[in-house]
């Protein structure tokens, strides 16, 4: 028999691990057999237990406390990510050769940004009709569906999914249009505070400048001495 899988992705806080945790008792009720691999070296508890756990292998903490690596949280994920490409047998050897599995791996968030293409083919009057679907008001949406009897009788619910979708941005689509350059740096920007571009880079404080700027001009006015 072949060994299944599913690979349970998604961005920070997004559920995860309890939909891990909720799955395993479900299986369970149902007399199924359902393995759980932790692939997220930054995880800090479980409910369930796991047959595999890339924290036995590396760990996102250990590798930010490494001064000779100076990683933030980012950087340290993508390093122990690579750890864990170039030691892939590690993996093989926890999940073993018994056939008939059904695994659950709990992957690393993923950040994602929703991107709407193609705006530079819409027209003025297109581009004013569509902006109300990229940012919505989930209220106003609402209130323009109370006509209907299934919306009156679901209202309570449908306000709370309202609220929670407006408050965590969780459906949300930025557009892109490759003829407009403030239209492009606003996709870029989301991106790297998404992926959190930038934070372990090491920036020079104004006095270290002033000093390297000081240096520069030292050593220019030197040379032309000399020569």
Not at 27 to 35: I, P
Not at 106 to 120: F, R, S, Y
């Amino acid at each position: 028999m072949p060994r299944y899988a599913q690979l349970v992705m998604g961005p920070a806080g997004s559920g995860k691990s309890t939909y891990c945790s909720t799955m395993v008792q479900h299986c369970e009720a149902l007399n199924r057999s359902v393995q759980v691999v932790n692939l997220d070296p930054a995880a800090e508890h479980f409910n369930y237990p796991v047959m595999a756990d890339i924290r036995e292998l590396i760990e996102v903490d250990d590798v930010m406390e490494d001064s000779s690596l100076r990683f933030g949280p980012n950087g340290g994920l993508v390093f122990c990510m690579e750890y864990f490409a170039n030691n892939f047998d590690w993996l093989e050897n926890c999940l073993g050769h018994v056939e008939d599995d059904y695994i659950l791996f709990d992957c690393p968030e993923i950040p994602q940004v929703n991107i709407m293409t193609k705006m530079d083919l819409l027209s003025k009057k297109a581009k004013k009709e569509i902006e109300k679907f990229l940012d919505p008001d989930l209220y106003s949406l609402l209130e323009d569906s109370t006509g209907d009897l299934r919306s009156q009788k679901f209202k309570k619910l449908t306000k709370a999914v309202c609220g929670l979708i407006d408050d965590y941005s969780m459906v949300r689509f930025l557009p892109y249009d490759q003829s407009d350059e403030e239209s492009m740096s606003i996709v870029l920007q989301h991106i790297d505070f998404a992926i959190q571009y930038g934070e372990d880079l090491e920036f020079k404080e104004p006095k270290e400048q002033e000093e390297e700027s000081s240096s520069m001009f030292d050593e220019y006015f030197q040379e032309r001495q000399n020569e």
